[in-house]
DNA sequence: ATGTGGGAG
DNA sequence: GGTTCTCCCACAT
């Protein structure tokens, strides 16, 4: 069966920030980052730090399974995501400050892809292939001074499959292999960035795809990052580094084939006997008559995406052309949920429904309204929602539980979203009554006829069918960099802190190191021609600051936190 | 346009 | 699978 052909002209990374609810807690109280740390939501732990699991705590535990386990363990509350968005917005924006095209792409709250194509091919058509080991990575097109040194004959950080840190033999630089190379020196500037200047470490995967840069990046974690090495295609007897990395994957793991397609897959191969067994990609890859025809047959049906067939077979051979996707300016839905151990009453229910709308009003102003700047408190609404939708999951009855009965459902009912939702005069509790009464009841009366008997678990606000409004400004793609690093020293300056018996800290810029490496002190470079002779102070950054009195790199969303943190007593 | 299902973190 | 609280896409109607 022939394989898909795939495309690697374009250089893809993944970041993945380390246990990032955890991490946003302890940017915030850096004390935290030595104790075993935990988030919680409802009755479990959503995310621990990794001290947390040296102990043996994980994600998705039952908090008394972690207390019984780790006594001593520090539980915060995570059930309120606006500090892990504001921080996922902060993280994003800067990474993309540096991507030239501006093509990132969000994956959740911690994830990202990078198409540094652009960079990269700019960055090997300067190489010097005379000198290699004293190249120089240009960060900013316009400013060719703006950049760091690096060694060009080694890859940074780790490679699947593991080498020793022998000096590379490929000098061509328009190989696949020092695309990767020259890659890899950018991907840990980037993640020794944002680890000194922001706080957060993360972990980093390189390769030619969205599928092998995330899959690579989980080889190497915490805070680690691999690069997947040529060759990419089987040449004589040996396979490509591509098959031999996908072939040990459990299908489970691979990005695309979730519960569902590998349930199906399983059974397939298994026939009716052994259940437990672990398949793996070179399972079902090398199955007789395996093809696109056969996997459509298995995974097609109604309901099941048109080409499944030839898609999984794709993936299957670590194929997926699939484009990193620009960030959008608006969502294409705004939704809060909040989950029950027992809502049965009609009045509950009324009054979970104005909680609920309550913080969807606050996150539709957040993230619909555009201010300009500060001094306006009012700006424009870059979308109107169109649809409002109510989801519920009714809880299933106690006594089933075994054979394959269906579960796991919600169902929703949606209409018309009211336009009074968009008036700026009225408050937010009123606006917040008068939507339940005027829609979400009666949708809650759709939902569920019947005025007793049911039996909530989980009830879901949302708005959806995005209508954007006028003035779609392009996104400036290519970001000043050196004007960045002018933003950060500026804020360094103005942030002063309100203890009136603080001792007053002169604080100096940091600088994004050059050459150095996550885990090691960033090094305190002298000024470089182009990086900080700004002349006018921008209003904005989107950086980071020294915490004047600890020291610590502090994100913006964290410094009141953080201040909090020092004025608290002990 | 509305509702469901599956995927992701 | 389900625990949490989301967001996105595709399909079917």
Redesign the pocket.
């Known amino acids: 069966m022939a394989v898909p052909p795939r495309n690697d002209g374009r250089v893809i990374l993944h970041l993945?920030y380390d246990c990032?609810y955890a991490s946003v807690f302890e940017v915030e109280q850096p004390a935290l980052r030595s104790l075993p740390l935990a988030v919680q939501?409802?009755?479990?732990v959503?995310t621990c730090n990794y001290e947390a699991r040296r102990r043996g705590l994980h994600k998705?535990?039952?908090i008394k399974d972690a207390k019984r386990i780790c006594p001593d363990v520090v539980i915060v509350l995570?059930?309120?995501?606006t500090k892990f968005?504001n921080a996922s917005k902060e993280l994003y924006l800067i990474v993309r400050s540096f991507i030239w095209g501006g093509r990132v792409e969000?994956?959740?709250?911690?994830?990202l892809f990078l198409d540094v194509t652009e960079m990269i091919d700019y960055n090997t058509g300067v190489l010097n292939p005379n000198d290699l080991s004293n190249s120089f990575f240009v960060l900013d097109r316009k400013d060719p001074t703006v950049g760091f040194a690096y060694d060009a004959t080694r890859y940074q950080g780790l490679t699947f499959p593991a080498t020793e840190a022998a000096p590379i033999a490929q000098k061509d630089p328009f190989s696949l292999e020092m695309r990767l190379l020259v890659a890899s020196h950018f991907q840990w500037f980037l993640r020794s960035h944002m680890e000194h200047e922001i706080g957060f470490t993360a972990t980093g995967g390189i390769s030619t795809s969205k599928l092998l840069a995330?899959l690579v990046g989980n080889v190497h974690k915490p805070n680690g990052q691999t690069t997947l090495l040529p060759p990419y295609t089987a040449a004589g007897d040996n396979p490509s580094n591509v098959t031999h990395f996908m072939d040990d994957h459990e299908i489970?793991k691979?990005?695309?084939?979730?519960?569902?397609?590998?349930?199906r897959l399983k059974a397939h191969i298994s026939g009716a006997e052994s259940v437990d067994e672990k398949i793996t990609v070179r399972d079902i890859r090398q199955l007789p008559g395996m093809g696109p025809p056969l996997l459509e047959k298995i995974l097609g049906?109604?309901?099941?995406?048109?080409?499944?067939g030839t898609r999984m077979w794709s993936i299957l051979h670590g194929v997926d052309n699939t484009d990193v996707?620009e960030g959008?300016d608006?969502?294409?839905?705004?939704?809060?949920?909040?989950?029950y151990?027992r809502l049965d009453t009609l009045e509950s229910v009324r009054r979970e429904l104005v909680t609920?709308s309550r913080?969807l009003i606050r996150?539709i102003r957040t993230?619909l309204l555009e201010r300009s700047d500060e001094s306006t408190p009012q700006g424009r609404w870059l979308a109107h929602p169109?649809?409002l939708?109510l989801?519920t999951?009714p809880?299933?009855p106690p006594d089933m539980d075994t054979t394959?009965a269906?579960?796991?459902?919600?169902?929703?009912?949606?209409?018309?979203l009211p336009s009074f939702m968009f008036s700026l005069d009225e408050n937010i509790d009123a606006l917040a009554e008068r939507l339940v009464k005027e829609s979400l009841l009666i949708?809650f009366r759709?939902l569920h006829p019947e005025k007793a008997g049911w039996n909530l678990?989980?009830m879901?606000v949302?708005v959806?069918?995005m209508v954007e409004t006028a003035g779609d400004q392009k996104q400036s793609s290519g970001r000043d960099i050196s004007k960045m690093f002018r933003q950060q020293e500026t804020v360094l300056k103005d942030w002063t802190v309100q203890e009136p018996e603080s001792p007053s800290v002169s604080v100096q810029a940091s600088r994004a190191p050059i050459g150095g490496s996550p885990g090691t002190e960033p090094q305190s470079a002298e000024a470089e021609d182009g990086w900080d002779d700004g002349d006018e102070d921008e209003p904005l950054a989107s950086s980071g600051v020294l915490c004047p009195i600890c020291g610590a790199c502090i994100p913006h969303f964290a410094q009141v936190a953080h201040e909090t943190y020092h004025s608290a007593p002990e």
């Open positions: 993945d990032f939501q409802k009755q479990i959503v998705l535990q039952l995570g059930e309120d995501l968005r969000k994956l959740g709250f911690d994830e995330k489970r691979i990005p695309g084939i979730g519960s569902r397609v590998a349930e049906g109604p309901g099941s995406a048109k080409g499944v996707l959008r608006v969502p294409t839905q705004i939704s809060i949920e909040d989950s151990g609920l913080s996150r993230d169109r649809t939708r989801s999951r809880r299933p394959r269906y579960n796991f459902n919600r169902i929703s009912r949606s209409a018309p949708m759709k678990s989980l879901n949302a959806t069918n």
